[in-house]
């Protein structure tokens, strides 16, 4: 190829460098009272200077320009509550509640009031049990119905069950409405995963599908299992027909899910993913094969959007109708030199944002840290990072204005690893921190103030 020869992939003129690419512009399991454990604080290392190669955007919409502020404050200045709490906030279907859950299946809703975390009734309760490797695993689940929004939890351990039943000491259950072209009444979806250090974690992958009914109590498969087969335990692969929130909020009948059903594991524990697709009936077609993350995002022409190594780095792509296509392409290591949440995609090098689904990006003003976590508020004018700066104990919070190109860096005086940071509203972020006694402690920061 060419140098800087331009390639239209999917819409996107996107330009390549042939011979210089960089040219241009974690979880625990449910405890009952208060939880003390070890925590292991992951400290990344400190990113040097052209260790990561990054893409050159063509997009027009990239913000820029000199930065309005550089004073750095505690804080406690932007902190709106800081509460010591049982058990972690999780979030819900309902933007503004969260709950929590024990391990003798109580289930807590709180709802955000403009400062702090108010705890707010369930609507009501519903008693399952689902069939799962040959097992009946009974659950009551805490549910709250609002506006046409259900959303609910329930949880089965064997410490706390009348009858535990064999094979499975835990198991997680969510219900919640099933994607609009399924949607049927008196029928919702029912979900669950056996994995209890993946409780508190806002990327929950859930390994069972089911439709509910919610009249009689019975369960048929939503997802395919067709040839599953069972692991060393006698359970059912959990990795035979995987899913996130992501895919679920799918507009149309193209439901993308994620298999592992044609691997063994590796050497290292991992273990290769395709992407196979629910399309309106009961045979899934297997769409990708040997995706980098449990990432497929629905689009509203029925395609979806994914995550594909390359031998220089890795693309997003887009798959439609049988094909795939890049949408941009990325030279550096997905999950050390860029890192995803939600729909977004950081440069740990330069700060710089790029949105899955499109050519847009936003390029960050005084960006100087090691983020171990980020997120963009919902109308997408704030980005919140935090990190460190020169060492572990350095411990910063960084908020960037998307209008105003502002800026303000925050200092942390809790060195313990943060969790889960999150946007409440459009304009504040909550997080979780572990004191030295165990104890977690949730901070509710207001970055309406950086202007």
């Known amino acids: 190829m060419d140098k800087n020869e331009k390639t239209k992939t999917d819409g996107v003129s996107v330009e390549k460098d042939a011979q210089n690419p960089n040219t241009g512009n974690e979880k625990k399991a449910p405890t009952k009272g208060k939880t003390v454990f070890t925590v292991i604080v992951a400290v990344l290392a400190l990113l040097m200077l052209g260790g990561a190669l990054y893409l050159k955007s063509t997009a027009d919409n990239s913000s820029s320009g000199a930065a ?7 804080i406690s200045t932007i902190t709106l509550s800081q509460k010591e709490i049982q058990i972690p906030y999780m979030k819900t279907d309902i933007s503004s509640v969260v709950y929590t859950v024990d391990v003798a299946g109580n289930v807590q809703f709180y709802e ?30 805490y549910y709250i119905e609002r506006d046409g929004v259900l959303t ?3 949880v089965y351990t064997s410490q706390s069950a009348q009858t535990p039943v ?24 029912l979900l669950l995963h056996t994995d209890a250090q993946n409780v508190y974690t806002d990327n929950v992958v859930w390994e069972e599908a089911y439709i509910l009914n919610r009249n009689d109590g019975t369960s048929t498969r939503f997802l395919n299992e067709n040839n599953r087969t069972v692991n060393i335990s006698g359970a059912v692969r959990p990795d035979f027909c995987m899913i996130t929130d992501t895919e679920l909020k799918s507009t149309t009948s193209v439901i993308p899910f994620f298999s592992s059903r044609n ?18 009936n009961n045979k899934d077609v297997d769409a990708v094969t040997d995706v980098l993350d449990t990432y497929a995002k629905p689009t509203s022409d029925g395609g979806f959007v994914y995550i594909k190594e390359t031998d220089n780095g890795f693309n997003t792509m887009k798959y439609l109708n049988g094909q795939s296509s890049v949408i941009n392409m990325f ?13 977004w995609i950081l440069s740990k090098e330069d ?30 004018k704030y980005v919140v990072m935090l990190g460190t700066v020169t060492n ?25 690893a943060h969790y889960n940071l999150r946007f409440s509203s459009n304009d504040t972020v909550t997080f979780y921190t572990i004191d030295a006694n165990g104890a977690y402690i949730n901070v509710v920061a207001d970055v309406s103030k950086v202007k």
């Open 68 to 74: 309005k502020s550089e004073e750095t404050a505690n």
């Open 112 to 141: 955000f009031k403009g400062k702090s975390y108010d705890p707010i009734n369930p609507t009501g309760t519903m008693d399952v049990t689902v069939s799962l490797s040959g097992q009946q695993i009974p659950a009551k689940i």
């Open 152 to 154: 609910g939890y329930g």
């Open 166 to 189: 064999y094979i499975y000491d835990f198991v997680m259950f969510r219900v919640a409405n099933l994607p609009a072209a399924y949607a049927a009444d008196g029928k919702c979806l």
């Open 263 to 280: 691997y063994e594991e590796q050497e290292d524990g991992s273990t290769p993913k395709d992407i196979y697709i629910k399309n309106g």
């Open 331 to 343: 030279y550096g290591t997905y999950g050390s030199s860029y890192v995803r949440n939600g729909d």
């Open 351 to 380: 700060g710089r944002l790029f949105n899955t689904e499109d050519n847009t990006v936003i390029e960050t003003v005084g960006y100087k840290m090691n983020p171990l976590l980020f997120t963009v508020s919902p109308d997408g």
């Open 392 to 416: 572990a104990m350095d411990y910063r919070m960084y908020v960037f204005n998307t209008e105003t190109k502002g800026y303000k860096v925050y200092t942390e005086s809790n060195y313990a």
